[in-house]
RNA sequence: GGGCGCGUAGCUCAAAUGGAUAGAGCACCGGAUUUCUAAUCCGGUGGUUGCAGGUUCGAUUCCUGCCGCGCCUACCA
């Protein structure tokens, strides 16, 4: 409602200036919120139009003003210096709709999107870290959903990597079990726990004899032939530990829709179509000298192709096909699995702005994948994935895994118009190459529609490491934050988090209402923890480092979930002591409220404090817009704060069931079932619900 | 060395494409309820926005340089 007013008075602004300036050319209107209420609803800035019009600020402001004529939903506007044009919403008509929920159309883009989010390495448990990427990249899907799109989650499971191979070595070199003995392990309830030591120690395994290194190296090929019983003990292992993770993100009412896998890309020979069309474009080109020599490399993404012109070393090079071949490069292409009449050229890129794709010996890298992975998303590959169902959540929604054979009927995944990426921004580099090569191979529009929904990382502070029992050396102990490491086995585990937020809420609970069963108990508990857990992981915005402390994540005052969940609880209460369904009343019955009651009661300045509750709830769908357009969930969790706010300060000052004028009762009522609906809506988006009482 | 990002109150963070008096939470101090339960509310203390220039009617925001910090920069993923 209130985006939908916004645009139609900046529409009707500049069709007044233009109507009356037929002869400049004028900038955007930019619409702005004056910082009191008092002040009006919309503030504009004249400035940008003083000198394109030859006019002072204040003129133009007060021209408009007074000759632009009614506007639906404008009650008046008012010029400030030293330029604004304070605008003043008709506060009846805004309430009105509001209180009816007209939610005026949209323009819904069409095409689905697809937002892959969590991908965690399977090997070991989640730790807070993976809970960021998967809360925000959850989030972004209800943002996106809220705004009417189509969207596909999908969690990239990468079971063919080191880091799997890595467990597997723990448990084949180290621990020496046996194939049914890793299967008995992965059947117990937190396999992932064990894996988290084991993986830990597989690292320290490595650092003790630099030998031991070849084990991995043995492991990690075996893994990539299916048949191998490595490759079975690895996708036992992977299996075991990505149902956990689906377990543990189920814990946080976080689904996936499918699962494509790192060994189907393999197997299904995905990187064979990508690589002939990326040699074909020049896209990928290879090297023959230097360090990189006898790699298939790319451009690094951000390099300056005019700085290869100050390398005459490379300049002959990169003539363009294989016509100028040099004499060795016949023995190269053996160990490379070139398909004969493969048109390619030779790099010709500086060293350092050489990304390796495909290693000298014929294997490629994980950008690689990534690339034919991307040209898959968007429908560019000309293969696909089979598909089998993997997972049921109690929902009975489906989620769906990558296989090499699957089954006949399954939904129609990737091929889509738009992707986000939550990826930490450790990878931007990683993701800014796949992009260029996206470009490189002429999808120029295809890559615009390409998002690396990029956030930082979560650390620990050094007081929460030492709180966990890390030594930590002198320089350390002086850094703001230290970053968690699942090879170190540092770290703070998801499921272990949220068990002691349970707790610690359970506790709260307890003896607020001895009168609920333990059940019931359990219940409010658990929604409160998880409220809390989402509500800090998307309050930081993503640029921030989170320097993780128990205190303030275990925090259920000021700033956080429960206290949002509260405010809903307190409004619920409200109409359950007046023995009324809130949700009922809100559908039916605020919508009853006449326009002279509404204009009544907020009018004049000390109505402004209600108005601002009004305000703000018609704010949902507006920051919704504002979250997805800046890929910004912080906004969302700012504004429910400041709904929950402001209706905590309306709830203390203005007592609604002793009201005595019963006009004036049924639209505080509607007031707070209003407020309600918005905060539960906002609070949804965020994957937060409130509990019946707390 | 190069690339990206950050530096705001004691602490943790905000501040939409540059806008009106830089805001919250925590902590600290002082208050509020026999009411729709206080996981709440009200008030107070707390700032040379790292430093120096520049652009602009206007800069926490944009540009340049410097200082400090983090991440990336592997034939790892």
Redesign the pocket.
Known sequence: MYRHLEHRLARHVLEFLRRRYPAATLP?V??????RVE?GDF?I?I??FAKPLRTAPLKIAEAIRADIGPIEGIAEMQV?P???L?VKIDRAWMAAALAADQRPPADIPAGKILVEHTSI?PNKAAHIGHLRNAILGDTFVRLLRYAGREVDIQNYI?NT???VADVVVGFTHIEKKSRAEIEALAGQPRFDYYCWDLYARVSQWYAQDKQNLQVRAQTLHGIEDAASETAVIAELISTAVLRRHLETMGRLDIEYDFLPR?SEILHLHFWDAAFTKLTDSGVLTFENEG?????WVMRRA?TDRVARALLPATADANKTNGSDTPDDLDDLLIAIPLKPGVDFRLSGISE?DQK?IV???GTV??VGKDIAYHMWKFGLLGRDFAYRKFYRYPNLHDCWISATEGEKDHPHFGDVAEIYNVID??????QNTVVEALRGLGHNETADHYTHFSYEMVALTPRCAAELGYTLSEEDKA??YI?VSGRKGFGVKADDLLDQLIVS?KS??DS??PQLTDAERLSIATQ?AIGALRYFML???K?????FDFK?AL?????TG??AQ?AVV?AT??FK?AAMDPDIFCREVAGDVSAGDFARYLAGDNADEIWELWLASAKTSYIVS?CIA?TEP?YLA?HAFQLA?LF??F??R?????EPDEKRKQFLLATVAVVRRELIRALAVMGITAPP??
Do not use: W
């Open positions: 955007n930019v619409m702005e919120q004056p910082p002040l503030a800035p400035f940008p400030a030293p330029g604004y304070n390495n990468d990597g080191v880091q790192e360090k990189n020599k006898g790699c951000g350092e390796v290693r000298s010996n890298g994980y921004a450790r990878q931007s580099e990683a850094r703001s970053e809420a709260e609970v607020r209402h409160i309050k930081f915005t640029q921030s480092v989170i320097a303030e925090s259920f005052e000021g700033e429960p206290y509260y307190r209460s409200i002591k504002q800046t912080a700012r706010q905590n300060t709830y203390h203005h007592p609604i069931l002793s009482v707390m």
